[in-house]
T-cell receptor
Framework: EDQVTQSPEALRLQEGESSSLNCSYTVSGLRGLFWYRQDPGKGPEFLFTLYSAGEEKEKERLKATLTKKESFLHITAPKPEDSATYLCAVCGGATNKLIFGTGTLLAVQP | EAGVAQSPRYKIIEKRQSVAFWCNPISGHATLYWYQQILGQGPKLLIQFQNNGVVDDSQLPKDRFSAERLKGVDSTLKIQPAKLEDSAVYLC????????????FGPGTRLTVT
């Protein structure tokens, strides 16, 4: 069964304190791993797509990496505006639909 | 470029009542999705359309939920009759074609069933 597990569930950082979020997945025939950001009361906002192990993508203070079993979202020198829930999703398997994790709630304090 | 539009943004109904949500995807996007997001969880796919045809509705509770995309553009999702456990945010997303491409989400409709 396709599955996505994100950790930690919640993370509190001081401004400038770098850290990483983890997304472990089980899927047959990965077609893509997606990272989204979701602010309270809004829909998920697309950040990255990773397609194969070893691939990396960067956007401002965020960097996403992918292995055969997990993905990391590295946050370098975060700012309070980076506070949000970060969702990971995989597409693959027999159904080709997105399977989401439960997200990591990130709070960055000034 | 305009994003995915949804209405209403909020809806409060009593159990056993009916409710409908509307979604207009990004122009030119052939694939449209409806998701249910319960508080503290990730979105769960309810139904996927490719143009005006259903691709996947395996997780749609068909005894009470229905959805249509008659002209291959905008879509409606209906719940009749609603139950307390239907309280959630209903998200619409669209993508240019089929799976493997990033999906773009609308702001969602927050449904509260009392």
């Amino acid at each position: 069964e396709d599955q996505v597990t994100q950790s930690p569930e919640a993370l509190r950082l001081q401004e400038g304190e770098s850290s990483s979020l983890n997304c472990s997945y089980t899927v047959s025939g990965l077609r893509g791993l997606f990272w989204y950001r979701q602010d309270p009361g809004k829909g998920p906002e697309f950040l990255f797509t990773l397609y194969s192990a070893g691939e990396e993508k960067e956007k401002e203070r965020l960097k996403a990496t992918l292995t055969k079993k997990e993905s990391f979202l590295h946050i370098t020198a975060p700012k309070p505006e980076d506070s949000a829930t970060y969702l990971c999703a995989v597409c693959g398997g027999a159904t080709n639909k997105l399977i989401f994790g439960t997200g990591t709630l990130l709070a960055v304090q000034p | 470029e305009a994003g995915v539009a949804q209405s209403p943004r909020y809806k409060i109904i009593e159990k056993r009542q009916s409710v409908a949500f509307w979604c207009n995807p990004i122009s030119g996007h052939a694939t449209l999705y409806w998701y249910q997001q319960i508080l503290g969880q990730g979105p769960k796919l309810l139904i996927q359309f490719q143009n005006n045809g259903v691709v996947d509705d395996s997780q749609l509770p068909k005894d009470r939920f229905s959805a249509e995309r008659l002209k291959g553009v905008d879509s409606t999702l209906k719940i009749q009759p609603a139950k307390l456990e239907d309280s959630a945010v209903y998200l619409c997303a669209s993508t240019l074609n089929s799976a493997g491409n990033e999906q773009y989400f609308g702001p969602g409709t927050r449904l509260t069933v009392t």
